[in-house]
C-alpha cells in the first residue's frame, strides 16, 4: 500500500544552556549574540598571551571571613615562547592589583577590564625561564547559585562553622585569584597556600604538603599539585572537616582516596561514599583507562553547593542521596541506583580534568564524554540494556536550541544539550561503529593519547574516525556544530524504498540500520541524495528504523 500521506517523526526532548556557533569558515549559523571587548580580552589567544607558557604557579591566599575579603598573591614561572617585553594576566576588576614584582622591582602595568598588561624593563628572550609576583586584594564576587553562577560561597554548616568554597567554571579563575586565565594553558605543577582562622581547615586539590600555624590566628595549608590543572579546577574548600582514609588497587596501582566531611556528616560519609567511589573507579578504570591523576590521589569534599569537578579534589553536596538531588532525570530508574554527583562529577577527571578543551567554545568535549560515563558507569553495573536504557530516557531532556559547539575566541559555551545530546550523540557513534571491543579501545585510546593535554574539536573527531576506519567527519558536525539533528526521508516508488537524509552539512552521509519486524537490522549508507535501499522483504507495513539508538527524524512519504 502507498502511503499518501506525510508523517514526521522526531525524536526529541529538553535540558539547556546557552550559547551558538563555530568559526565563521565552517558555519552555515550565524551569531546573533555580541561580543565585547571585554570577552575577546578573556577569550582569545593575542600575542600577549601565547609569548609566554605557564610552568607553574604558587598562590598564596588569606581569606577574612567575617568581611569576606581575600588578599595574598601568585607566582607565575613562565618559559617565554617568542621574544617579549610586554604579557597579559587576568584578574577581574572589582580585585585590586596591588603590585607586580620582577626582579624585587615593581613593574609598571595597566588595566583593561578584567585583563591586566604588564611591561618589563628589557625584553624576555624566547626560551627564556623566568617569573614574577602578583599582590592582591578585594572582596571577590559571591556566587548566588554555585556552581552555575561561579563565585564564592560564604555560608555555615548545620552546626554554626563557617563553611566557604569556590566553583568558578565558566565565570574564571580570575574571578579570585591572577593567572593567565584561558583553558588552553595549563602549569604543570601548583602550590595553593591557604591561609584560614585557626580551628578551621582548608582542602585545596594534591596533596597536603605542609600544615603552618601562624602568629595572626591563622592557619596555613600549603597543598602540592604535581599534574597539569587547568586554572578553574583549582578550589579552596574552609570549614570544619574531618578525613576518612580509603583506597582502591587500581590498574596503576594503591590509589590514595580520600573523604573529606563536615563532622555532622562522618556517619553517613562512612556508609555512602565508599560504594559509590570505588564501583565509579572500578568501571572507569574499565571503559577509559587508568585514574589520570594517581600521583595527587582522589579526594571528594563537602562542599556548601551541589558539586563540581574540581581535579583530585571532586565537591559534593548531593545530600547523601542516590540519583541528583533525589531525582532521575532520564526517568528510567536507573538513575536513582547510584549517586550522580559522584560519578558525574568524578568522570570529568578523564574528560575535562586530563584531556581539556583549549577553548570554552568545545566545552562539549567534557559534558558529552562525562554525561555518556554515566551510561557506561551503569552498563559495568547492570549490563547495556540498562545503561542503553538509561541514555536513550535522556533525549527527552534535549531542546536542540543551538548547536553545541560555541562561538571560539570570546570565552562562550555552546547549548546545554552539550550534556544529553552530547552524551546521545557518543552512544550513537558506538552503535554504526559496530564493535563494542573497539568502542572500549577508543575510549582508553582518547585516554592515553591526550593524557594530560588540551585539544579541540579536531582532535577529537579526526582520533575516533581514525581508530574507527569510518569517516565520521560530517556526522561530527551535523550533530556538533549544527543545531537541527537529521531527517531520514524514506520513500516507496514503483514498488522499490529508497532513502536520503536532510541535514545541514553537505554531502551528509551516516550509515543507519533498517529491518522489518522481528529480523536483524542491515546498515544502510545513505547520503543526500535519493539511493535504493536493497532490503528483500521489506514493505510500507514492515519496515522499522533502529530509532532506539539514532537520534533522527523520520520522514514517511
Not at 572537616?241 to 566531611?261: F, M, R
Amino acid at each position: 500500500m502507498k502511503l499518501a500521506y506525510r508523517v514526521v517523526l522526531v525524536f526529541i526532548g529538553v535540558l539547556s544552556l546557552h550559547l551558538i556557533p563555530f568559526k565563521a569558515n565552517a558555519q552555515l549559523l550565524t551569531d546573533t549574540n555580541t561580543f565585547t571587548r571585554a570577552d575577546s580580552l578573556r577569550g582569545s589567544l593575542s600575542p600577549y598571551r601565547t609569548a609566554y607558557d605557564i610552568l607553574y604557579y604558587h598562590l598564596d591566599v588569606k581569606v577574612d571571613i567575617e568581611n569576606k575579603f581575600i588578599s595574598g598573591s601568585n607566582l607565575f614561572r613562565f618559559k617565554a615562547t617568542a621574544d617579549f617585553n610586554r604579557l597579559q594576566f587576568d584578574l577581574f576588576s572589582n580585585l585590586t592589583v596591588e603590585k607586580v614584582i620582577y626582579k624585587g622591582a615593581k613593574l609598571k602595568f595597566e588595566r583593561e577590564f578584567n585583563a591586566v598588561f604588564v611591561d618589563f624593563p628589557k625584553g624576555i628572550k624566547k626560551g627564556a625561564i623566568d617569573s614574577f609576583r602578583v599582590f592582591y586584594s578585594g572582596n571577590p564576587i559571591i556566587a548566588k547559585r554555585a556552581p552555575w553562577d561561579g563565585g564564592f560561597v560564604f555560608s555555615k554548616d548545620s552546626l554554626g562553622n563557617p563553611w566557604i568554597a569556590t566553583a568558578n567554571q565558566g565565570l574564571g579563575a580570575s574571578s579570585w585569584w591572577p593567572n593567565k586565565d584561558h583553558q588552553s594553558d595549563e602549569p604543570d605543577s601548583v602550590l595553593i597556600s591557604v591561609q584560614v582562622p585557626n580551628g578551621l581547615m582548608d582542602i585545596s586539590n594534591g596533596r597536603l604538603r605542609n600544615t603552618v600555624k601562624l602568629e595572626n590566628g591563622y592557619t596555613r595549608y600549603d597543598w602540592f599539585v604535581s599534574q597539569p590543572i587547568n586554572n578553574y579546577s583549582i578550589s579552596m574548600n574552609i570549614g570544619n572537616y574531618t578525613l576518612i582514609k580509603d583506597s582502591l588497587q587500581g590498574e596503576k596501582g594503591l590509589l590514595d582516596i580520600s573523604y573529606w566531611v563536615l563532622k555532622e556528616n562522618k556517619e553517613k560519609a562512612e556508609k555512602h561514599f565508599p560504594k559509590n567511589v570505588k564501583s565509579m573507579l572500578k568501571a572507569f578504570e574499565y571503559w577509559f583507562g587508568p585514574y589520570p591523576f594517581y600521583e595527587d590521589g582522589y579526594k571528594l569534599i563537602d562542599a556548601p553547593y551541589v558539586g563540581m569537578e574540581h581535579q583530585s579534589a571532586v565537591t559534593y553536596g548531593n545530600k547523601y542521596e542516590n540519583g541528583y538531588l533525589g531525582r532521575d532525570a532520564s526517568g528510567t530508574g536507573w538513575g536513582l541506583k547510584w549517586d550522580f554527583i559522584i560519578i558525574h562529577e568524578s568522570g570529568h577527571e578523564w574528560f575535562g580534568n586530563s584531556i581539556t578543551a583549549k577553548d570554552l567554545g568545545d566545552m562539549w568535549i567534557h559534558e558529552a564524554f562525562t554525561n555518556y560515563s554515566e551510561s557506561l558507569y551503569i552498563e559495568y553495573l547492570y549490563g547495556k540494556e540498562a545503561g542503553q536504557e538509561y541514555i536513550h530516557g535522556d533525549r527527552k531532556g534535549i531542546l536542540n536550541d543551538k548547536p553545541l559547539q560555541g562561538p571560539f575566541g570570546v570565552n562562550k559555551e555552546g547549548s546545554g544539550d552539550m550534556y544529553l545530546k552530547g552524551g546521545v550523540f557518543l552512544n550513537m557513534l558506538r552503535t554504526i561503529i559496530n564493535d563494542d571491543v573497539k568502542w572500549r579501545a577508543i575510549l582508553r585510546g582518547l585516554n592515553a593519547e591526550f593524557y594530560h593535554k588540551t585539544v579541540d574539536y579536531n582532535d577529537i573527531e579526526s582520533y575516533i574516525s581514525k581508530q574507527s576506519g569510518i569517516d565520521l567527519s560530517k556526522i561530527f558536525s551535523q550533530y556538533i556544530q549544527h543545531t537541527n539533528i537529521p531527517t531520514l526521508e524514506l520513500k516507496w516508488e514503483n514498488g522499490k524504498l529508497y532513502g536520503r537524509w536532510i541535514a545541514d552539512v553537505a554531502n551528509f552521509n551516516m550509515p543507519i540500520k533498517i529491518g522489518f519486524l522481528d529480523k536483524e537490522y542491515n546498515f544502510f549508507k545513505l547520503s543526500t541524495h535519493f539511493e535504493e535501499i536493497d532490503l528483500e522483504g521489506v514493505n510500507p507495513d514492515n519496515i522499522q528504523v533502529d530509532t532506539y539508538n539514532y537520534y533522527i527524524g523520520l520522514l514517511f512519504d
